[in-house]
């Protein structure tokens, strides 16, 4: 009989922890998913929660010995545009955070790690349209580059600790659980907001700025998939390229003036246009499709019908 998963989701209440513990919780059961955050829990909690600094690298491995912890989902990120205000901040927490739980997990046994990546990784020399697993990166971003360092950080260990890490290469995330969380893919989340609330919404790239994007429950179903794997099926270790949707803000403004006519978006570009720029406007993510049959659920249409349904009921 195979031990018991217990599993670990740092940066919980975060705009993908939050709907990863809940899948997580349907999965398993609430009390084998310990949500952990810098910060007090958000909203209520069906299992248990816990304080955790991931720059505490004593209180990260007692965390793991208490719960004789199996996986972890590590989280817990300063995200682009955020870090840009504050760089150092920035590779401190997204680089020795992650380290401190690579040595923990290796220390302890942990028996599988996620650590998600992003498509910041990717420059302004990389390929943009349907950019691939193996491209130029060269990000300008100190974002990007944290990722990057982060990447080649989680192959070494794989390659040299024998720890099985296993990581995506997301792009811009669309929820209407949990907001945004200091992007510079955020508008696609607050222009649904706007659009319900006030029937206006000023956009902070240009109109035409293509990027890669995805809807929550195709991330979450990609990361847990992805942890599901086969390892033995798995080729690349750094970080899986994973892609489904490809739009501009005037492109999903016009799918939402569907539904609205009123909606009235305008635009004025700022420093996070620079940062878009340098990334790709869509990937060709061939080695998840092939590697673990990725396969995404949801086009431009059916999230945006889905995203104003659901943040309506919200009021």
Known sequence: MEPREMILVL???GQIGTELVTALRAKYSSDQVIASDIRPAIGSQDGPFEILDIMDAVAVENSLKKHQITQIYHLAA???????????MAWQVNMDGLLNILEASVKLSVKK?????????FGKHSKKRLTPQYAI??????YGISKLAGERWCNYYYRTRGLDVRSLRYPGLISYVGK??????????EIFYEALQNGTYTCFLKEDQRLPMMYMPDAIK????????DADKLRIRSSYNVSSLSF????????IQGHLPKLSVDYAPDFRQQIAETWPDSIDDNYARIDWDWNP???LSTMVIDMLENIGKKG
């Open 222 to 229: 990609a990361t847990i998939q992805l942890m599901d794997a």
């Open 113 to 121: 790690v996620f650590w998600p990546s992003s498509i910041a990784v």
């Open 11 to 13: 940066g919980a209440n």
């Open 297 to 299: 659920d949801y086009d």
């Open 78 to 88: 300063i995200l682009s545009a955020t870090g840009e205000k504050n760089p150092r």
């Open 137 to 142: 990166t060269d990000p300008d971003t100190i």
């Open 248 to 255: 501009s803000p005037a492109e999903l403004a016009k799918k």
């Open 180 to 189: 945004p969380g200091g992007g510079t893919t955020d508008y696609a989340v």
